[in-house]
Protein backbone atom coordinates (compact mmCIF):
# COMPACT_ATOMS: atom_id res chain seq x y z
CA UNK A 1 0.00 0.00 0.00
CA UNK A 2 0.95 3.72 -0.85
CA UNK A 3 0.06 5.54 2.55
CA UNK A 4 0.43 4.92 6.58
CA UNK A 5 -3.55 4.63 8.03
CA UNK A 6 -4.69 4.42 11.11
CA UNK A 7 -7.46 3.92 12.97
CA UNK A 8 -9.37 3.42 16.39
CA UNK A 9 -7.09 3.11 19.94
CA UNK A 10 -3.63 2.45 19.34
CA UNK A 11 -0.51 2.08 22.09
CA UNK A 12 1.76 5.05 21.72
CA UNK A 13 4.41 2.76 21.55
CA UNK A 14 4.72 -0.09 19.45
CA UNK A 15 5.45 -3.82 21.46
CA UNK A 16 4.89 -1.89 25.16
CA UNK A 17 1.96 -2.76 27.82
CA UNK A 18 -1.52 -1.26 26.18
CA UNK A 19 -3.98 -1.80 28.72
CA UNK A 20 -8.02 -2.41 28.60
CA UNK A 21 -10.25 -0.45 30.77
CA UNK A 22 -10.07 -3.87 33.18
CA UNK A 23 -6.47 -3.89 33.63
CA UNK A 24 -5.40 -6.43 31.37
CA UNK A 25 -3.82 -6.27 28.49
CA UNK A 26 -5.12 -5.98 24.92
CA UNK A 27 -3.37 -8.66 22.29
CA UNK A 28 -0.88 -7.01 19.92
CA UNK A 29 -0.67 -8.90 16.80
CA UNK A 30 1.50 -7.83 13.62
CA UNK A 31 0.08 -9.11 10.20
CA UNK A 32 3.07 -8.35 8.33
CA UNK A 33 4.53 -9.19 4.41
CA UNK A 34 7.59 -10.76 2.79
CA UNK A 35 8.69 -12.33 6.75
CA UNK A 36 9.58 -8.91 8.54
CA UNK A 37 10.72 -7.04 5.07
CA UNK A 38 7.42 -5.83 3.50
CA UNK A 39 4.76 -3.58 4.52
CA UNK A 40 2.92 -4.10 8.06
CA UNK A 41 0.19 -3.32 10.41
CA UNK A 42 -0.08 -3.81 14.14
CA UNK A 43 -3.62 -4.61 15.44
CA UNK A 44 -4.78 -4.18 18.77
CA UNK A 45 -7.28 -6.98 19.91
CA UNK A 46 -9.55 -7.88 23.09
CA UNK A 47 -9.69 -11.70 23.07
CA UNK A 48 -6.57 -13.60 21.97
CA UNK A 49 -6.88 -14.38 17.98
CA UNK A 50 -5.02 -17.34 18.51
CA UNK A 51 -7.92 -19.08 21.09
CA UNK A 52 -9.70 -21.38 18.76
CA UNK A 53 -12.72 -23.34 19.88
CA UNK A 54 -13.05 -26.10 16.98
CA UNK A 55 -11.78 -27.14 13.68
CA UNK A 56 -14.29 -28.22 11.27
CA UNK A 57 -13.80 -31.12 8.73
CA UNK A 58 -11.49 -29.92 5.83
CA UNK A 59 -13.59 -28.89 2.58
CA UNK A 60 -11.75 -29.34 -1.20
CA UNK A 61 -12.31 -26.28 -2.79
CA UNK A 62 -10.29 -25.45 -6.02
CA UNK A 63 -10.74 -26.05 -10.12
CA UNK A 64 -9.28 -28.03 -12.57
CA UNK A 65 -7.93 -26.62 -15.93
CA UNK A 66 -9.90 -27.74 -18.87
CA UNK A 67 -6.78 -29.40 -20.91
CA UNK A 68 -8.89 -30.42 -23.48
CA UNK A 69 -9.58 -26.96 -24.73
CA UNK A 70 -6.21 -26.20 -26.42
CA UNK A 71 -5.09 -22.98 -27.58
CA UNK A 72 -7.74 -20.87 -29.42
CA UNK A 73 -8.67 -17.67 -29.08
CA UNK A 74 -11.64 -17.68 -26.71
CA UNK A 75 -14.99 -16.05 -26.00
CA UNK A 76 -16.41 -16.86 -22.31
CA UNK A 77 -20.50 -15.77 -22.84
CA UNK A 78 -21.27 -14.58 -19.22
CA UNK A 79 -23.64 -12.09 -19.31
CA UNK A 80 -26.40 -13.51 -18.73
CA UNK A 81 -25.00 -15.30 -15.64
CA UNK A 82 -27.48 -14.66 -12.87
CA UNK A 83 -26.79 -16.28 -9.80
CA UNK A 84 -23.65 -18.75 -9.49
CA UNK A 85 -24.00 -20.31 -6.16
CA UNK A 86 -25.69 -19.70 -2.54
CA UNK A 87 -23.16 -17.91 -1.21
CA UNK A 88 -20.17 -16.17 -1.15
CA UNK A 89 -17.35 -19.02 -1.23
CA UNK A 90 -19.95 -21.31 -3.67
CA UNK A 91 -20.87 -18.39 -6.35
CA UNK A 92 -16.90 -18.47 -6.66
CA UNK A 93 -16.80 -19.69 -10.02
CA UNK A 94 -12.89 -19.27 -11.36
CA UNK A 95 -13.02 -19.30 -15.18
CA UNK A 96 -9.07 -19.51 -15.75
CA UNK A 97 -5.94 -19.68 -13.79
CA UNK A 98 -2.42 -20.29 -13.64
CA UNK A 99 0.12 -20.62 -11.24
CA UNK A 100 0.55 -17.15 -10.45
CA UNK A 101 -3.47 -15.65 -10.76
CA UNK A 102 -6.93 -17.04 -11.16
CA UNK A 103 -10.16 -15.18 -12.25
CA UNK A 104 -13.52 -16.00 -12.32
CA UNK A 105 -16.97 -14.43 -11.60
CA UNK A 106 -19.38 -14.24 -8.24
CA UNK A 107 -23.13 -13.41 -7.78
CA UNK A 108 -24.30 -15.12 -4.48
CA UNK A 109 -28.09 -16.16 -4.05
CA UNK A 110 -26.99 -14.62 -0.30
CA UNK A 111 -26.39 -10.93 -0.32
CA UNK A 112 -25.38 -11.27 3.33
CA UNK A 113 -22.07 -13.53 4.53
CA UNK A 114 -23.12 -15.33 7.69
CA UNK A 115 -19.54 -16.38 8.17
CA UNK A 116 -16.09 -14.64 7.35
CA UNK A 117 -13.91 -15.80 5.14
CA UNK A 118 -9.81 -16.03 5.30
CA UNK A 119 -7.86 -16.16 2.23
CA UNK A 120 -4.34 -17.35 3.24
CA UNK A 121 -3.31 -18.35 -0.07
CA UNK A 122 -3.25 -14.56 -1.88
CA UNK A 123 -4.17 -11.22 -2.20
CA UNK A 124 -7.52 -10.80 -3.54
CA UNK A 125 -8.99 -7.97 -6.07
CA UNK A 126 -12.96 -7.84 -6.21
CA UNK A 127 -14.07 -5.80 -8.80
CA UNK A 128 -18.05 -5.14 -8.05
CA UNK A 129 -19.70 -5.32 -11.77
CA UNK A 130 -22.96 -4.44 -10.35
CA UNK A 131 -24.03 -4.10 -6.97
CA UNK A 132 -23.77 -2.13 -3.36
CA UNK A 133 -22.56 -3.02 0.01
CA UNK A 134 -19.93 -2.99 2.90
CA UNK A 135 -16.50 -5.00 3.37
CA UNK A 136 -16.57 -5.69 7.21
CA UNK A 137 -12.86 -7.28 8.24
CA UNK A 138 -10.75 -6.42 11.40
CA UNK A 139 -9.27 -3.43 9.98
CA UNK A 140 -13.02 -1.65 9.71
CA UNK A 141 -15.71 -0.74 7.53
CA UNK A 142 -15.56 -0.03 3.89
CA UNK A 143 -18.41 0.67 1.71
CA UNK A 144 -17.97 -0.26 -1.78
CA UNK A 145 -19.91 -0.39 -4.82
CA UNK A 146 -20.63 -0.63 -8.38
CA UNK A 147 -17.24 -0.04 -10.29
CA UNK A 148 -15.07 -0.55 -7.46
CA UNK A 149 -11.57 -2.54 -7.48
CA UNK A 150 -11.29 -3.95 -3.82
CA UNK A 151 -8.37 -4.83 -3.16
CA UNK A 152 -7.80 -7.65 -0.08
CA UNK A 153 -4.39 -8.80 1.58
CA UNK A 154 -4.21 -12.22 1.77
CA UNK A 155 -5.28 -13.11 5.92
CA UNK A 156 -7.31 -10.43 5.81
CA UNK A 157 -10.74 -11.82 7.75
CA UNK A 158 -13.66 -10.01 6.36
CA UNK A 159 -17.14 -10.64 5.19
CA UNK A 160 -19.49 -8.81 2.86
CA UNK A 161 -22.94 -7.19 3.29
CA UNK A 162 -24.88 -6.52 -0.39
CA UNK A 163 -27.27 -4.67 -0.56
CA UNK A 164 -31.00 -6.99 -1.43
CA UNK A 165 -32.17 -4.82 -4.45
CA UNK A 166 -30.86 -4.69 -7.25
CA UNK A 167 -28.30 -6.36 -9.44
CA UNK A 168 -25.08 -8.11 -7.72
CA UNK A 169 -22.20 -9.31 -10.21
CA UNK A 170 -18.59 -9.39 -9.08
CA UNK A 171 -15.73 -10.31 -10.68
CA UNK A 172 -13.13 -12.11 -8.81
CA UNK A 173 -8.90 -12.39 -9.21
CA UNK A 174 -7.04 -14.21 -6.96
CA UNK A 175 -3.01 -13.77 -7.06
CA UNK A 176 -0.21 -15.79 -5.43
CA UNK A 177 1.82 -12.76 -4.90
CA UNK A 178 0.90 -9.02 -3.71
CA UNK A 179 -1.55 -6.81 -5.44
CA UNK A 180 0.40 -3.15 -5.89
CA UNK A 181 0.34 0.04 -7.43
CA UNK A 182 2.54 0.34 -10.05
CA UNK A 183 5.92 1.07 -9.58
CA UNK A 184 6.60 3.43 -12.20
CA UNK A 185 3.80 5.66 -11.16
CA UNK A 186 5.84 5.84 -7.52
CA UNK A 187 8.35 8.29 -6.61
CA UNK A 188 12.00 6.54 -4.19
CA UNK A 189 8.98 6.75 -0.96
CA UNK A 190 6.03 5.31 -2.99
CA UNK A 191 4.25 8.40 -3.15
CA UNK A 192 2.12 8.00 -6.64
CA UNK A 193 3.50 10.38 -8.94
CA UNK A 194 1.90 13.67 -10.66
CA UNK A 195 1.81 11.90 -13.99
CA UNK A 196 0.14 8.86 -12.78
CA UNK A 197 -3.60 8.12 -13.75
CA UNK A 198 -4.64 7.99 -10.15
CA UNK A 199 -3.47 9.29 -6.74
CA UNK A 200 -3.95 8.60 -2.77
CA UNK A 201 -6.75 11.21 -2.63
CA UNK A 202 -8.93 8.50 -4.97
CA UNK A 203 -7.90 5.27 -2.77
CA UNK A 204 -10.29 4.69 -0.17
CA UNK A 205 -8.95 2.79 3.15
CA UNK A 206 -12.00 1.63 6.05
CA UNK A 207 -13.92 4.02 7.45
CA UNK A 208 -14.46 3.23 10.81
CA UNK A 209 -14.09 0.01 13.08
CA UNK A 210 -16.79 -2.29 13.43
CA UNK A 211 -15.71 -3.70 16.72
CA UNK A 212 -17.91 -6.61 18.28
CA UNK A 213 -16.61 -7.59 21.71
CA UNK A 214 -19.81 -9.85 22.24
CA UNK A 215 -18.60 -13.46 22.91
CA UNK A 216 -20.34 -16.26 20.71
CA UNK A 217 -19.87 -18.56 17.84
CA UNK A 218 -18.27 -17.24 14.94
CA UNK A 219 -16.80 -19.27 11.76
CA UNK A 220 -14.27 -18.20 9.21
CA UNK A 221 -13.37 -20.24 6.74
CA UNK A 222 -9.62 -20.57 5.87
CA UNK A 223 -8.52 -21.06 2.46
CA UNK A 224 -5.34 -22.89 1.94
CA UNK A 225 -3.67 -24.97 -0.45
CA UNK A 226 -7.20 -25.69 -2.18
CA UNK A 227 -9.04 -26.72 0.64
CA UNK A 228 -11.54 -24.55 3.15
CA UNK A 229 -10.92 -25.02 6.87
CA UNK A 230 -13.67 -24.18 9.05
CA UNK A 231 -12.37 -22.80 12.50
CA UNK A 232 -14.83 -21.63 15.28
CA UNK A 233 -13.93 -19.06 17.65
CA UNK A 234 -16.01 -17.71 20.64
CA UNK A 235 -14.81 -14.09 19.96
CA UNK A 236 -15.57 -12.16 16.51
CA UNK A 237 -12.36 -10.90 14.61
CA UNK A 238 -13.67 -8.20 14.82
CA UNK A 239 -12.70 -7.37 18.24
CA UNK A 240 -10.28 -4.99 17.02
CA UNK A 241 -10.00 -1.77 19.16
CA UNK A 242 -7.41 0.63 17.07
CA UNK A 243 -4.41 -0.57 14.52
CA UNK A 244 -1.66 1.09 12.35
CA UNK A 245 0.40 0.70 9.32
CA UNK A 246 0.74 0.25 5.45
CA UNK A 247 -1.39 -3.25 5.25
CA UNK A 248 -4.83 -2.76 4.96
CA UNK A 249 -7.75 -3.76 2.32
CA UNK A 250 -8.68 -0.83 0.48
CA UNK A 251 -11.24 0.33 -2.69
CA UNK A 252 -10.29 1.81 -6.11
CA UNK A 253 -12.90 3.13 -8.63
CA UNK A 254 -12.62 2.61 -12.29
CA UNK A 255 -14.60 5.79 -12.53
CA UNK A 256 -11.47 7.67 -10.83
CA UNK A 257 -8.55 6.17 -13.44
CA UNK A 258 -7.75 8.74 -15.60
CA UNK A 259 -6.57 7.42 -19.02
CA UNK A 260 -3.70 8.60 -20.59
CA UNK A 261 -4.34 9.56 -24.66
CA UNK A 262 -1.77 10.42 -27.26
CA UNK A 263 -1.83 11.40 -31.05
CA UNK A 264 -1.41 7.89 -32.62
CA UNK A 265 -2.92 4.69 -30.83
CA UNK A 266 -1.43 3.81 -27.02
CA UNK A 267 -0.90 0.51 -26.24
CA UNK A 268 -2.43 -1.12 -23.44
CA UNK A 269 0.80 -0.12 -20.40
CA UNK A 270 -0.97 3.22 -20.20
CA UNK A 271 -4.08 1.48 -19.05
CA UNK A 272 -2.37 -0.29 -16.24
CA UNK A 273 -4.16 0.18 -12.30
CA UNK A 274 -2.10 -2.56 -11.04
CA UNK A 275 1.17 -4.95 -10.74
CA UNK A 276 1.42 -8.52 -8.95
CA UNK A 277 3.78 -10.99 -9.77
CA UNK A 278 2.97 -12.65 -13.21
CA UNK A 279 0.38 -10.36 -14.56
CA UNK A 280 -0.60 -7.00 -14.73
CA UNK A 281 -4.51 -5.21 -14.40
CA UNK A 282 -5.51 -2.97 -16.70
CA UNK A 283 -8.71 -0.11 -17.09
CA UNK A 284 -10.04 0.65 -19.97
CA UNK A 285 -12.21 3.86 -19.62
CA UNK A 286 -14.37 6.90 -21.78
CA UNK A 287 -11.27 8.90 -23.27
CA UNK A 288 -10.93 10.44 -26.27
CA UNK A 289 -9.48 8.61 -29.10
CA UNK A 290 -6.00 9.40 -30.91
CA UNK A 291 -5.67 12.57 -32.81
CA UNK A 292 -3.12 12.23 -35.66
CA UNK A 293 -4.77 13.73 -38.54
CA UNK A 294 -4.58 10.01 -40.17
CA UNK A 295 -5.16 7.90 -36.57
CA UNK A 296 -6.82 4.78 -36.16
CA UNK A 297 -8.75 4.29 -33.33
CA UNK A 298 -9.26 0.79 -33.53
CA UNK A 299 -5.88 -1.27 -32.31
CA UNK A 300 -3.54 -2.91 -34.72
CA UNK A 301 -2.90 -6.32 -34.98
CA UNK A 302 -1.01 -8.19 -31.78
CA UNK A 303 1.03 -11.31 -31.59
CA UNK A 304 1.61 -11.91 -27.89
CA UNK A 305 5.00 -14.17 -27.61
CA UNK A 306 5.11 -14.19 -24.15
CA UNK A 307 1.81 -13.21 -22.62
CA UNK A 308 -1.80 -14.28 -22.48
CA UNK A 309 -4.65 -10.80 -22.64
CA UNK A 310 -8.08 -10.89 -20.82
CA UNK A 311 -10.06 -8.42 -21.41
CA UNK A 312 -13.80 -8.36 -18.81
CA UNK A 313 -16.35 -6.06 -20.60
CA UNK A 314 -18.09 -4.11 -18.21
CA UNK A 315 -19.92 -1.06 -19.80
CA UNK A 316 -20.06 0.73 -23.50
CA UNK A 317 -19.89 -0.78 -26.66
CA UNK A 318 -16.43 -2.28 -27.92
CA UNK A 319 -15.41 -0.62 -31.36
CA UNK A 320 -13.05 -3.56 -32.08
CA UNK A 321 -15.53 -6.41 -31.29
CA UNK A 322 -18.17 -7.86 -32.73
CA UNK A 323 -20.85 -9.78 -30.91
CA UNK A 324 -19.65 -9.06 -27.04
CA UNK A 325 -21.87 -7.99 -24.36
CA UNK A 326 -21.72 -6.35 -21.07
CA UNK A 327 -19.98 -9.26 -18.95
CA UNK A 328 -18.22 -11.21 -21.68
CA UNK A 329 -14.68 -12.28 -21.30
CA UNK A 330 -12.19 -12.68 -24.85
CA UNK A 331 -9.16 -14.62 -23.73
CA UNK A 332 -6.22 -14.31 -26.67
CA UNK A 333 -3.56 -16.74 -26.36
CA UNK A 334 -0.05 -16.22 -26.51
CA UNK A 335 1.17 -17.92 -29.80
CA UNK A 336 -1.93 -16.74 -31.64
CA UNK A 337 -2.60 -12.83 -33.45
CA UNK A 338 -5.38 -10.78 -32.81
CA UNK A 339 -6.57 -7.96 -33.49
CA UNK A 340 -9.77 -5.88 -34.49
CA UNK A 341 -12.97 -7.92 -36.18
CA UNK A 342 -13.22 -7.45 -40.11
CA UNK A 343 -14.78 -3.74 -40.64
CA UNK A 344 -13.96 -2.23 -36.99
CA UNK A 345 -10.58 -0.38 -38.39
CA UNK A 346 -12.57 1.39 -41.24
CA UNK A 347 -15.40 1.57 -39.01
CA UNK A 348 -13.50 3.71 -36.35
CA UNK A 349 -11.67 5.98 -38.84
CA UNK A 350 -12.94 9.26 -37.36
CA UNK A 351 -14.15 8.53 -34.54
CA UNK A 352 -13.48 10.82 -31.90
CA UNK A 353 -13.92 9.29 -27.99
CA UNK A 354 -15.56 5.76 -26.70
CA UNK A 355 -17.61 5.00 -23.65
CA UNK A 356 -16.42 1.81 -23.21
CA UNK A 357 -15.51 0.09 -19.26
CA UNK A 358 -13.77 -3.10 -19.44
CA UNK A 359 -10.57 -4.67 -16.71
CA UNK A 360 -8.21 -6.05 -18.69
CA UNK A 361 -5.83 -9.19 -17.01
CA UNK A 362 -2.00 -9.55 -19.07
CA UNK A 363 -0.69 -12.96 -17.32
CA UNK A 364 3.39 -13.63 -17.91
CA UNK A 365 2.18 -17.38 -17.58
CA UNK A 366 -0.32 -19.06 -20.21
CA UNK A 367 -3.43 -19.22 -18.63
CA UNK A 368 -5.83 -22.30 -19.16
CA UNK A 369 -9.58 -22.16 -19.01
CA UNK A 370 -11.02 -24.42 -16.25
CA UNK A 371 -13.62 -26.99 -16.89
CA UNK A 372 -16.30 -24.71 -14.69
CA UNK A 373 -15.53 -22.47 -18.31
CA UNK A 374 -16.72 -24.74 -20.74
CA UNK A 375 -20.48 -24.24 -20.22
CA UNK A 376 -19.62 -20.50 -21.77
CA UNK A 377 -17.27 -21.05 -24.67
CA UNK A 378 -18.41 -19.38 -27.75
CA UNK A 379 -17.54 -22.40 -30.65
CA UNK A 380 -17.53 -19.43 -33.37
CA UNK A 381 -15.17 -17.19 -31.52
CA UNK A 382 -11.70 -18.49 -33.40
CA UNK A 383 -13.12 -18.12 -36.47
CA UNK A 384 -14.84 -15.02 -36.09
CA UNK A 385 -11.78 -12.97 -37.99
CA UNK A 386 -13.17 -14.97 -41.06
CA UNK A 387 -14.69 -11.88 -43.40
Same mark, same amino acid.
Given at each position: MAYYYRLGKISPKRHT???????????? +?????????? =??????HQYNPNEVKSIGKAIPYSWKPAKEHGLQQTHLKTSGVEVTGEDYLSARRILMMNSDVMMGICTPKKRKMDFFFKNADGDELIYV??? &???? $???????????????????? !??????? #?EEGPLRLLVIESH??? +? !????????????? +????????? =?? *? *?????? &?????? $?????? #?????? *???? +?HSPLDIVGWDGYLYPYALSIFDFEPITGRIHQPPPVHQTFQAWGFVICSFVPRLFDYHPLAIPAPYNHSNIDSDEV?? $??????????????? /??? =????????????? !??? #? /? =?????????????? !?? #????????????????? *????? &?
Open positions: QFRQPDGSLYKE +ELVSSKGFSG =IYSNLYHDG &EGVL $YSQFGKLSVKKGDYIMIPRT !TIYRFEF #KGPI +E !TVKRYRNEVGQLL +EHSPYCERD =IR *P *PEELEV &ESEKGD $YLVYIK #KKGMLY *PYSY +ELY $YAEGEFMSRKGIDRG /SFT =IHMGGLPHGPHPG !TVE #K /S =IGAKSTEEYAVMLD !TF #KSLEITTDALEFVDDNY *PMSWT &E
